[in-house]
């Protein structure tokens, strides 16, 4: 089993910044990444990381806005989100152990608790 546990969210105004974290209790192969729910709206992936090597991928709507990195211990993934828009409003959530091939829906992986972004305009 793997434990994540996300940090970071908060409530900032259109325009602004925030950083995500995600520290895994353990190392895992594949990929990590951030999904986000809104009420009523189905999870969708936002951003991922290979852990194996460096490789990024990136939801359309938040590219060129939102940052996806990971520490040397390949452990802790962080999100860094600029540019924030009222309609990135959600619960984010960190995965691990996720296929990178199928990243935006993950068949399996291990699953934080979320960490709420609040956007207001």
């Known amino acids: 089993q793997v434990q994540l546990v996300e940090s970071g969210g908060g409530s900032v105004q259109a325009g602004g910044s925030l950083t995500l974290s995600c520290v895994a209790s353990r190392y895992t192969y594949n990929c990590m990444g951030w999904f986000r729910q809104a009420p009523g709206k189905e999870r969708e992936g936002v951003a991922a990381?290979?852990?194996?090597?460096?490789?990024?991928y990136y939801a359309d709507a938040v590219k060129g806005r939102f940052t996806i990195s990971q520490d040397n211990a390949k452990t802790t993934v962080y999100l860094q989100m600029n540019s924030l828009k009222p309609e990135d409003t959600a619960m984010y959530y960190c995965a691990a152990g996720i296929p990178c091939h199928t990243w935006r829906k993950p068949a399996f992986g291990y699953w934080g608790q979320g960490t709420q972004v609040t956007v207001s305009s």
């Open positions: 990381i290979f852990t194996g090597g460096s490789d990024t």
